[in-house]
């Protein structure tokens, strides 16, 4: 039955991209008139109200009810670094709205260019050119900026989608200067299941499952700690937890 999930697969992602082509025009409306005229933060905590709403019908609407735990470990007003793990295109539209409150994720300069989800892709985004060091040297300071206006800033520590055997890839060091640099608390966010929707090496293809993103308690810099120290605890408590799901 190898053929009939692959054929499958093909046209739930053609279904897919559908709804999320429906949605995302009529969510268009009130963010064009709501979001997009305020100022920030208003901007982003507004944007962030219609994500989640947006997102809770597109998600059934797949058959990917999202389910979110550890939201308690937000406190109110406190500003949080959020790292996550990254398996599959469809972490971003998850992570964003889980999250509690305003809140910007670093995200690929490139993907701003596609019509009318450009838009709505910054609204949301600190965006970077990877290929840039000045554009990534700029990203830093941006999202200086959005953790000073009291937002979360979401950042995706391997870079690039995990397509190996391995919980996770080796962690990039940005997220960790930004939480020494900053005295931030750092909020580990741990996606599952998104690979079984869009496992690695498949092109156009989507198959429905259930998605969990699990929010363990906060990592606090310590006065000792150094990027690798930082890094490398909050390396091993992620994949603590992914290891302790199978």
């Given at each position: 039955?190898?053929?009939?999930?692959?054929?499958?697969?093909?046209?739930?992602?053609?279904?897919?991209?559908?709804?999320?082509?429906?949605?995302?025009?009529?969510?268009?409306?009130?963010?064009?008139?709501f979001c997009l005229p305020a100022a920030e933060p208003k901007r982003t905590q507004?944007?962030?109200?219609?994500?989640?709403?947006?997102?809770?019908?597109?998600?059934?609407?797949?058959?990917?009810?999202?389910?979110?735990?550890?939201?308690?470990?937000?406190?109110?007003?406190?500003p949080y670094i959020v790292i996550c793990n990254h398996n599959a295109l469809m972490d971003v539209p998850i992570s964003s709205p889980a999250i509690p409150g305003g809140n910007k994720t670093i995200a690929k300069a490139e993907m701003a260019k596609v019509p009318v989800f450009g838009m709505i892709y910054k609204l949301g985004s600190v965006l970077v050119d990877r290929k840039s060091d000045k554009s990534r040297k700029e990203s830093f300071a941006k999202m200086k900026a959005v953790l000073d206006m009291g937002l979360h800033m979401c950042i995706y520590p391997e870079g690039t989608r995990n397509t190996s055997s391995e919980p996770l890839k080796p962690f990039h060091d940005g997220a960790f200067r930004l939480a020494i640099d900053t005295r931030k608390a750092i909020i580990p966010g741990v996606i599952f299941?998104?690979?079984?929707?869009?496992?690695?090496?498949?092109?156009?293809?989507?198959?429905p499952h259930p998605l969990r993103i699990q929010f363990l308690e906060p990592i606090e810099v310590l006065d000792t700690d150094t990027c690798e120290t930082l890094k490398a605890r909050a390396f091993e408590r992620m994949k603590e937890e992914i290891e302790g799901e199978k």
């Open positions: 039955m190898n053929w009939f999930k692959e054929v499958f697969g093909r046209i739930w992602a053609a279904w897919a991209m559908l709804l999320f082509t429906v949605t995302m025009l009529i969510f268009l409306i009130p963010v064009i008139l507004r944007f962030v109200l219609y994500a989640r709403a947006w997102m809770a019908i597109f998600l059934p609407g797949i058959g990917c009810p999202l389910t979110v735990r550890g939201k308690q470990h937000f406190k109110k007003g406190t299941n998104t690979r079984k929707v869009n496992p690695p090496h498949k092109t156009f293809y989507l198959i």
